[in-house]
T-cell receptor
Framework: EPEVTQTPSHQVTQMGQEVILRCVPI?????FYWYRQILGQKVEFLVS????????KSEIFDDQFSVERPDGSNFTLKIRSTKLEDSAMYFC????????????????FGPGTRLTVL | AQTVTQSQPEMSVQEAETVTLSCTYD???????LFWYKQPPSRQMILVIR??????QNATENRFSVNFQKAAKSFSLKISDSQLGDAAMYFC???????????FGSGTKLNVKP
């Protein structure tokens, strides 16, 4: 069964460093998402991406964050200058294109990358 | 603003018994989806069940069913005949029809005792 994969599973970085979190969505999916979950808190939406551009982003997704689909298979989240408060679990998800009229296409989630900022 | 609240951080159930996980949400929209996701330890989140807000009938998937009370903005998950494999973190989530953005609750950790 196809699944979303994420690498690395755990990333440790120093404050101020840049990190890139990688995701490989399911191959026929065209809609991509990043979420994060700070330990003990809610899963929070960061950004959705379709047709090579951001569809929607949350207030968390500031200029320090960027997303890219560099090669048609990977979907990356870059944090330019990490802060302590960026420590969290980051989840990638993908879905087929949502259909018109509100029909639902399921989101499939990856296992997450645990980011620790020291 | 849309919010999703799960008031039970952790629950326990005996194997073969029934357990209900609570979820409330806040929205001013009339058309939306509600979901329950399961996250086993160190595994992906997987969809358990979904409910379209315009449907009055409660969704059911095998041993999993929901009690959707639209006026009360309540969406609880009932797990019947609990199994050891049901032990996981359960997240309630909400999405508008455009699916651009999902809102999740903070999760309920379900323990299943043999």
């Amino acid at each position: 069964e196809p699944e979303v994969t994420q690498t690395p599973s755990h990333q440790v970085t120093q404050m101020g460093q840049e990190v890139i979190l990688r995701c490989v969505p399911i191959s026929n999916h065209l809609y991509f998402y990043w979420y994060r979950q700070i330990l003990g808190q809610k899963v929070e939406f960061l950004v959705s991406f379709y047709n090579n551009e951001i569809s929607e982003k949350s207030e968390i997704f500031d200029d320090q964050f960027s997303v890219e689909r560099p090669d048609g298979s990977n979907f990356t989240l870059k944090i330019r200058s990490t802060k302590l408060e960026d420590s969290a679990m980051y989840f990638c998800a993908s879905s087929e294109v949502p259909l018109a009229g509100g029909s639902y296409n399921e989101q499939f989630f990856g296992p997450g990358t645990r980011l620790t900022v020291l | 603003a849309q919010t999703v609240t799960q008031s039970q951080p952790e629950m326990s159930v005996q194997e073969a018994e029934t357990v209900t996980l609570s979820c409330t949400y806040d929205t001013s929209e009339s058309d939306y989806y509600l979901f329950w996701y399961k996250q086993p330890p160190s595994r992906q989140m997987i969809l358990v069940i979904r409910q379209e807000a315009y449907k009055q009938q409660n969704a059911t998937e095998n041993r999993f069913s929901v009690n959707f009370q639209k006026a009360a903005k309540s969406f609880s998950l009932k797990i019947s005949d609990s199994q050891l494999g049901d032990a996981a973190m359960y997240f309630c989530a909400y999405s508008l029809y455009n699916f651009n953005k999902f809102y999740f609750g903070s999760g309920t950790k379900l323990n299943v005792k043999p």
